[in-house]
């Protein structure tokens, strides 16, 4: 299917599939993301071409749970206001049960994700994963594969604003992706490139960062948690600073047995750093790890 000038809502089980969709104009009040996923399960979102609209293609939980979707092989740039792919989970029908909530177990596989929200500082990440309120919950997803470039706010952004222990930001995994020369991200905070955020006002746990390939980034990866522990592990962090930053000390990240730029590891000459406290290091990787 070929389409320009398409908006497209997947309010049921189905698949989006190789359409090109380019600087849509939509009424005011219409989400204009081009592919608006609510309230659906096992539906797919391949191939397609999203570019110069607001943003880019949306998983939220407005009039249902999310879940087990596909968002796969999409080319998604130049979209100035928004993340190029964003999960989020909001509360906008507030007397729905919380059984109907969520944005839980998707999967975002092989999309480049590139210089979207450009439009004002801070406008949109490659892929955002985001809750701010009781009883959401955006957790379980897997990031795997994309490529996320000069975006707006890092490659990958994930932010729980509100401190709720009834939220749900855990268990993400972001796994071998290559992101390189995004923003820095003001809700951390970070004012220089930064590869992957996250935020977390109340204990974010079961977070794992693994196979992921950084360049052009001052800081790699940026914590800021209330508590729990962040894994982060086998990971090409060749930024051109920081390699880990730890902005929180109630919070722990396991930085285990990732390549560091150089053979020496840490903080020698050549080697990316460790910035902040309870940063486990070592033992450090002497090579780049790969995929098999």
């Not at 309010?11 to 359409?19: D, H, K, P, Q, S």
């Not at 909530?101 to 500082?121: K, M, P």
């Not at 379980?140 to 932010?159: F, Q």
Request: hydrophobic share 35%; proline share 5%.
């Amino acid at each position: 299917m070929y389409c320009k000038s398409c908006h497209h809502h997947l309010a049921e089980t189905g698949i989006i599939e190789a359409v090109d969709v380019n600087a849509v104009s939509f009424p005011l009040g219409v989400d204009d993301r081009v592919a608006a996923v609510s309230g659906v399960d096992h539906s797919i979102v391949a191939n397609n071409i999203v570019e110069n609209n607001s943003g880019g293609v949306l998983l939220s939980d407005d009039t249902g749970r999310t879940d087990y979707n596909l968002i796969t092989g999409n080319v998604v740039r130049n979209n100035p206001f928004d993340c190029g792919i964003t999960l989020a989970s909001h509360a906008l029908y507030s007397k729905a049960p919380t059984s109907l909530r969520g944005v839980d177990n998707n999967t975002v596989s092989g999309n480049d994700s590139s210089s979207n929200g450009l439009g004002e500082a801070g406008a949109g990440a490659g892929v955002g994963l985001f809750i701010s309120g009781p009883g959401l919950e955006t957790s379980g997803n897997v990031v795997i594969g994309n490529r996320l470039t000069g975006n707006g706010l890092p490659g990958v952004a994930m932010h729980q604003h509100t401190p709720d222990p009834t939220q749900n930001l855990g268990d993400n995994l972001i796994v071998g992706n290559y992101i390189a020369g995004n923003a820095g991200d003001d809700d951390i905070p970070t004012t220089v490139p930064t590869g992957i955020s996250l935020l977390g006002t109340s204990a974010v746990g079961g977070t794992v960062i693994t196979l992921n390939e950084f360049a052009r980034e001052e800081i790699d990866i940026a914590i800021n948690n209330a508590g729990g522990t962040v894994d982060v592990h086998f990971n090409s962090l060749k930024g051109n600073g920081t390699g880990v930053a730890n902005l929180n000390p109630t919070s722990g990240v396991n930085a285990t047995e990732n390549w560091w730029g150089c053979a020496k590891g840490p903080g020698t000459p050549g080697c990316t750093s460790v910035s902040g406290s309870n940063v486990v290091s070592t033992p450090f990787l002497m090579s780049p790890a790969t995929a098999k």
